[in-house]
């Protein structure tokens, strides 16, 4: 178990503990990536160690997957189990109607395919990831095939964003599925998350973007007050 550092670390262990107890016996399961997602698979890990069977986890990326591993969760994929019980992960931004930026960890493709492939989604967050609109505070990340890397930046720059690849150190960024990252900032906001989502994959060559529309059922949220659940 990893402990808490800051109060946004344990505003976010409170999440993801929260989170654990949603699973139930033999459910397959999601799991998200990033830190928030972390606390839910340590908590998820602490409860099989006390008992709990879960039929097996689906990973959403290779960092979760060797996370979970370790902590000798069951793991499974989407061939064997095509439909997840649950899927829970963290977000970047949430705003009121449930929509999600997600993507600065890079796992955005795996997630979203994840997300849609469970019955219940779950987002685990802390009180700084929600927002009245998106885009004002994280920048949203898309993934693009390499190859077009350039025609696909100024076609979203035509949409009025401020494209930026994402690099680690000094080579672009590759996720998990070989591609590239563009992180897109919309000076205004983001004022209708669907109209630009059906824009961006209007795109030959762009893969995914880390709007979530429509797709959360559930956040819960860790705070200085213990846990807020909120509802679609
Ligand atoms: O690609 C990364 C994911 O979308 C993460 O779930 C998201 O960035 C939230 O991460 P964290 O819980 O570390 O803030």
């Not at 976010?12 to 654990?20: E, F, I, M, P």
């Not at 006390?50 to 990973?59: D, E, K, N, P, Y």
């Not at 898309?142 to 190859?147: R, S």
């Not at 897109?184 to 973007?209: K, M, W, Y």
Request: glycine share 10%; hydrophobic share 45%; charged share 15%.
């Amino acid at each position: 178990m990893s402990s808490a550092t800051n109060p946004q670390d344990t505003w976010k262990q409170l999440a993801g503990a929260a989170a654990a107890e949603l699973v139930e016996e033999g459910m397959v399961v999601g799991l998200g990536t990033g830190s928030t997602a972390s606390h839910f698979v340590q908590a998820l890990a602490q409860r099989i160690q006390q008992g709990l069977h879960i039929t097996g986890a689906v990973a959403s990326s290779q960092a979760t997957y060797t996370l979970a591993a370790d902590l000798g969760i069951p793991l499974t994929d989407l061939d064997t189990h095509p439909e997840l019980d649950i899927y829970i992960d963290g977000a970047d931004e949430i705003d009121p109607q449930l929509c999600l930026i997600k993507g600065a960890g890079g796992a955005l493709l795996r997630e979203k395919i994840l997300a849609s492939s469970a019955r219940r989604f779950v987002v685990v967050a802390d009180p700084t990831k929600r927002v009245e609109q998106l885009g004002h505070h994280y920048p949203l990340p898309v993934e693009v095939i390499p190859l077009a890397l350039t025609p696909i930046s100024r076609k979203i720059a035509n949409l009025g964003a401020q494209v930026k690849l994402r690099h680690a150190g000094a080579a672009p960024f590759i996720t998990d599925n070989h591609n590239f990252i563009l992180d897109c900032t919309f000076p205004q906001g983001i004022s209708d998350p669907g109209a630009l989502n059906a824009r961006l994959h209007a795109i030959v060559g762009l893969v995914e973007t880390g709007l979530f529309i429509d797709m959360a059922q559930q956040v819960i949220v860790g705070g200085p007050d213990g846990v807020q659940v909120f509802q679609q």
